[in-house]
């Protein structure tokens, strides 16, 4: 066999087609990032008071999705989502809000990226958070519910999956429970400080590792536990002045806990 006749490479495996549909839906996002320090100190402090006394252990993203919840349910254009071409721009704004958060699971045996929404935000307690985010943490990927659209797209033939996801995606009613107004992702359990991603909603919030760092209090150089958390949003819905007054009051609320 000679060169020219030689197969260089093999498919892509299946259980990556809703990652490959996503970043087709997404194109038309236009990212603008921001990033800031998160002064965590009062977060540990109440998750071990928590841990002591409950014995319920509160992942980090918990407080992130709760604090962004509350604070965009005063931001409704930062909650909206929009769908269509420059021209005919349609935008909705929803009376609730819903948090994705991506996940590393396995799924037939492969290593994937699968998202779940926490809904209404907006009034959720850290418990119900914490409740939901262990039942699709710990549950078997290969049967939990939330995850049954996916399995469905990894099933199908490739252009009926990708036809599938584009309209589930353009559907302004649907998009909020499948996709969320608003998503986190967390790459804190590795030896990452920060980063940005685009969530395919209006603002996707990045988790970093939480690090000891010098920081100033009183005049003074002190030690704290330093969160560093960005901000990607979606400069056709909003503009930079309130991306970052969301920013900030996310700050603000998780160093208030």
Not at 56 to 63: D, M
Not at 95 to 119: H, Y
Not at 162 to 190: D, I, N
Request: a negative charge.
């Amino acid at each position: 066999m000679t060169a020219e006749e030689t197969e260089v490479g093999e498919p892509l495996p299946r259980q990556r087609r809703h990652t490959l549909f996503f970043l087709e839906v997404i194109r038309d996002f236009s990212p603008v990032f921001l990033d800031t320090e998160v002064d965590m100190g009062r977060v540990l402090a109440h998750r071990a008071a928590a841990l002591d006394s409950t014995g319920v252990r509160y992942s980090i993203t918990a407080y992130v999705l709760r604090a962004a919840g509350r604070v965009l349910a005063g931001h409704p254009d930062a909650n909206a989502a929009v769908e269509g071409g420059p021209q005919r721009l349609r935008i909705a704004h929803y009376p609730f809000v819903n948090g994705k958060l991506t996940l590393d699971r396995t799924l037939d045996g492969r290593r994937v990226v699968l998202g779940t929404v926490v809904p209404n935000l907006h009034e959720a307690e850290l418990d119900d958070i914490q409740e939901h985010l262990v039942r699709v943490r710990d549950g078997d990927a290969e049967q939990l519910p939330d995850f049954e659209g996916v399995r469905q797209l990894h099933r199908a033939p490739w252009a009926e999956g990708r036809e599938r996801f584009r309209e589930a995606a353009g559907s302004l009613a649907l998009r909020p429970h499948l996709t969320g107004t608003f998503a986190v992702t967390s790459l804190g359990h590795r030896a990452v400080d920060s980063f940005h991603s685009v969530g395919g909603t209006t603002t996707t919030f990045g988790v970093g590792r939480i690090l000891d760092r010098p920081v100033v209090r009183d005049g003074r150089v002190t030690v704290a536990p330093v969160l560093r958390l960005s901000l990607a949003f979606d400069h056709r819905v909003i503009d930079g002045a309130e991306a970052a007054d969301v920013l900030t009051e996310v700050k603000e609320s998780l160093e208030s806990v």
